[in-house]
């Protein structure tokens, strides 16, 4: 019997100005526990593969339990078939254990897709680095940001190669969204294509000990497909300076001991996403405007977590006063929220014996 767990923090992308290029990895894991029966040499499961699935996140969605569907498994069947394995080795069983909420701009789906890789890795037996791994995650969810940080760890930069004429080329390359269903293609039996080399690259940057993440997480959902939509396709110059002002200045701005919190507090403004995604997140304007280092002792920025609807509130102190003046200024919009007090993963996802 082989039995291992792989572990996978959330992540929260942008931190404002950073869109599509900025993730921090969060102090909230996903869970696989993963036992493998190889004394068997037949299975009854489809696919060879039962899946158990605890869900801490209350999140209202019912996840699938059938391998061909559930996200990360479905993953992980790509990866595999990349390497000419059909299905899982005989008689896998994952128990998920799930904290993270999902569609609430916690990079649920980002840790369901690096889980999911690091699983087909895994029981593949197939030593794939985790930069290589990326370029499997990028087949699916095509924005660095939340992948990298939950896959690396920490407070990451990320940027996507220009892909090579001849693989741009490549009609059998799903480029898009999702996995074509099922996974890995229709199962012709064949070996479907393995990625392009070097889609994607990331930069680990430092990071002041002092700062603590506050996650303020609306009731709702906003699906990352909804949000992004509302963004216009293109932006004016002064839009762009303004971004590209204060995305250069953020990496420093949080990895300096002590931090300034009228830097910070600049350095996470955006005209990118947030002024767009208001008209999905009641009270979100109301939240940035109230909230500022000289009104909120304690406070350093505040941003939308990825496509949201939560809420980043970064801070060295008064964590719970802070999130309590969120949370009441969403209930005046008849919205209620829980709230977490996070700490940046630096370890990114790992698998470990069990
Ligand atoms: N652990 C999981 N198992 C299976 N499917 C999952 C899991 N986590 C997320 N998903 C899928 O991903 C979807 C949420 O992805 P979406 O990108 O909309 O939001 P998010 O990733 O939580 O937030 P954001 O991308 O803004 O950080 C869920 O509706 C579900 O279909
Ligand atoms: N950069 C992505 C992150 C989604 O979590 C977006 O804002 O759509």
């Known amino acids: 019997m082989n039995s291992f767990v792989i572990r996978t923090p959330c992540s929260s992308a942008n931190i404002g100005p950073g869109f599509d290029v900025i993730g921090l990895a969060l102090s909230l894991h996903l869970e696989l526990h993963v036992t493998i029966d190889s004394s068997k040499s037949s299975s009854e499961l489809p696919l060879n593969c039962a899946i158990t699935y605890e869900d801490q996140s209350k999140s209202a969605e019912q996840i699938s339990l059938d391998p061909e569907v559930?996200?990360?498994?479905?993953?992980?069947?790509?990866?595999?078939?990349?390497?000419?394995?059909?299905a899982f080795p005989v008689e896998t069983k994952v128990h998920i254990i799930n904290p993270i909420p999902l569609?609430?701009?916690?990079?649920?789906?980002?840790?369901?897709?690096?889980s999911g890789v690091m699983l087909g890795n895994a029981v593949g037996n197939l030593g794939l680095s985790k930069e290589r791994l990326l370029d499997y995650c990028l087949m699916i969810e095509r924005h660095p940001d939340n992948v990298a940080a939950s896959l690396f760890g920490g407070f990451v930069g990320t940027y996507l190669n220009e892909l090579k004429p001849e693989d741009v080329a490549r009609k059998e390359i799903p480029l898009s969204e999702v996995l074509p269903s099922p996974a890995g293609g229709i199962d012709t039996g064949l070996e479907p294509p393995k990625p392009p080399m070097g889609i994607g690259h990331y930069r680990k940057f430092d990071w002041a000990p002092e700062i603590k993440a506050i996650a303020i997480i609306p009731d709702f959902v906003v699906p990352t497909a909804n949000a992004r939509n509302v963004l216009p396709e293109s932006y004016s110059r002064a839009d762009v300076v303004f971004n590209l002002q204060r995305a250069a200045l953020l990496p420093a701005a949080l990895g300096t001991s002590p931090p300034d919190p009228d830097m910070i507090f600049l350095a996470m403004q955006d005209r990118v996403h947030q002024p767009y995604r208001k008209t999905l997140i009641p009270g979100l304007t109301e939240v940035l405007q109230l909230m500022t280092?000289?009104?909120?002792?304690?406070l350093l920025g505040i941003c939308l977590?990825?496509?949201?609807?939560?809420?980043l509130a970064l801070a060295t102190e008064r964590f719970e006063e802070i999130a309590d003046r969120i949370i009441a200024r969403f209930a005046s919009n008849n919205i209620t929220c829980q709230w977490k007090l996070l700490e940046p993963a630096n370890a990114g996802t790992t698998v470990s014996p069990n």
């Not at 559930?70 to 059909?86: D, K």
């Not at 609430?104 to 369901?112: C, E, N, V």
């Open 305 to 311: 977590s990825g496509a949201g609807p939560t809420i």
């Open 70 to 86: 559930n996200l990360i498994t479905r993953v992980a069947l790509y990866v595999l078939r990349c390497h000419n394995q059909r």
């Open 103 to 114: 569609g609430r701009g916690l990079g649920s789906s980002g840790t369901a897709v690096v």
């Open 293 to 298: 280092p000289a009104t909120q002792p304690g």
